[in-house]
């Protein structure tokens, strides 16, 4: 998964609509490493950017990341008390979390998370893959040999570097469900 801080400052449902429409989504934390968040925000010059974490609606105390495979709504554990949330000695809650802010930021300084209102207009970071689906019935060899063959241009001013292909890896339980989701629209039975 790679991280991308676009120049434009959104609210939090433009900056989720301006990922969905040019790359995957708003990055989340269960998926894109928090190094490469902070990366692409140093690159970017950015000191924090909304991300894909929201206040539960049916629950003023629970966060959650975004659903990523349908676009809307959110799921999974609540972040609530994780260590990931900036402290704040004023709040015996669970750091910098205001019943009026909703949406998740990431800061580039501490890599935590903070909370502020979703109107607010700022930066983000979106995420994107490089899943490619292969909807051909293969052998492990073949696949392997049918990925490894597979090039691309790579976006740098000379065009001079090339994308080159690997079988998948799969690291962490949350990256199965997301591979899974992808997956689900292949045309055979095993990709």
Request: glycine residues 4%.
């Amino acid at each position: 998964m790679t991280a991308h801080c676009p120049p434009e400052r959104l609210n939090w449902t433009e900056a989720r609509r301006y990922c969905r429409e040019n790359y995957r989504d708003l990055v989340t934390l269960d998926l894109v490493n928090s190094a490469d968040v902070a990366q692409a925000l140093k690159t970017a010059g950015v000191g924090q950017a909304w991300i894909g974490l929201h206040r539960d609606p049916e629950d003023d105390r629970v966060w959650k990341w975004i659903i990523l495979t349908s676009g809307e709504g959110i799921s999974g554990e609540d972040l609530s008390t994780s260590p990931e949330w900036e402290t704040d000695l004023q709040s015996a809650h669970c750091a910098k979390i205001s019943i009026a802010k909703d949406c998740g930021t990431f800061y580039l300084d501490n890599s935590k998370l903070h909370s502020h209102v979703c109107s607010d207009e700022r930066r983000f970071a979106c995420y994107d893959d490089n899943v490619v689906v292969v909807t051909e019935n293969k052998t492990w060899e073949d696949a392997l040999s049918h990925c490894r063959g597979m090039q691309s241009q790579c976006e740098d001013q000379l065009n001079t570097c090339r994308y080159r292909y690997e079988l998948l890896s799969l690291e962490k339980p949350s990256d199965y469900s997301y591979v899974r989701s992808r997956l689900f629209k292949a045309e055979t039975d095993e990709v």
